[in-house]
């Protein structure tokens, strides 16, 4: 175990900007998931290579785990699981593809297209009928291109069209969809030093607003899980910022469900480094309930996702090396897993289909063809 410093003048300063105090983040924890605040440390591995239980305690759902209707999602050691709705549940192992918003990965940079919204409601029925995923992560771009819209204003132009195609999906039996917030005008910190920077804000008091207007909106939807960002702070913030980031935005969530008397969606928190690494979650999972931790890989390690005390789901893959072994391993972990991308109107590489301006006409790439195999297969 390596001990490191951290440098807590920066820290002060970066939660200063997320509008959080040191207080939200009683505990740093570094990316080597080790040292604390008070440098007392604790191992993050057991015997076997896996992480031990921090004994953390967990905020519960009001009315606990047991009275969710059949179809949520909720937690248990480190699995997902989907309730049965007579107290128990069976592990969920979602599967699917990333697909783009009604930006179409900047196809739609100004928000030109006359209907984009049913362009993409489109491209989700042909996804869904005859790719057949159970999962599916939709991203708000809400801050990518030149067109800045809001969740929370002007819902004709954005939120209106996107709220219609996520129900659109979840009204197909048994397909789950993640809401990522992928960028907002109010989040900070991007790592400026990447070619796609605004896909790494980190989530700040302001976006408070905007997780509370994700939350009014699918309520009482079993199929949503939400999202907290995409890649926060790229490799440029210290993990103890994101963790606290993370753990602030869980807490406003959970406060509307409880205020709305509805149930915990699950939550997806991502880590450092372009959210490979999620070790630091590991010596202290966040203190909520039904929380899970979200791993990007191209190609993603196997140690990167494998944890004995935290539920993780593979937000986004691809470029695999042997993608026999790497279906095979998650399969055998029950990992929920997400290939990336599903868009034929723009370049988001690794593509899973042809780039050709078409909801309609879907021709697949190599790549495609082996992810649909393994959807298919399930």
Known sequence: MTRTSIGWGFVTLALGMLGLGCSDAAEVVTTDGGVTADGSGTDATAGDGGPVDSGADVVVSPDGA????????YTQGNKVYVANGTG??????????????IFFCGYDNTLWMSNPGQSLTTLATNLVTTWKPTFVRLSLSMNSY??????????????TPMTTVINAIGQSPGVYVMVTLRSDVSMVMEDMLSSDSEATGVPSNATDATYVALVDTFANASFVLFGLSNEPGG?????????????????????????LGVPHHIVSVQGNNWTSDISAYAAKP??????????????PLPSSYTYANLPVILGEYGTLANAT?????VEAKQIPNLAWDFDPYSDCTPDLLLVNQSSTNLTLTAWGTTVKAYLLAH
Not at 146 to 159: F, M, V
Not at 286 to 299: A, I
Not at 325 to 329: C, I, L, P, R, V
């Open 235 to 259: 490799d440029q913030v210290q993990t103890s910022v994101i963790t606290a980031a993370m753990e602030h935005a869980v807490g406003v969530i959970r406060a509307e469900e409880n205020k």
């Open 146 to 159: 030149p067109t800045k819209p809001s969740w929370t204003a002007n819902p004709a132009q954005y939120k």
């Open 66 to 73: 047991a009275s969710f209707a059949k179809g949520w999602l």
């Open 325 to 329: 072994a790497f279906f095979a391993d």
């Open 286 to 299: 966040l203190p909520y309930d039904n929380v899970v931790y979200e791993v990007h890989g191209y190609p």
């Open 88 to 101: 128990g549940g069976s592990v969920w192992v979602g599967r699917g593809v990333n697909m783009d918003d």
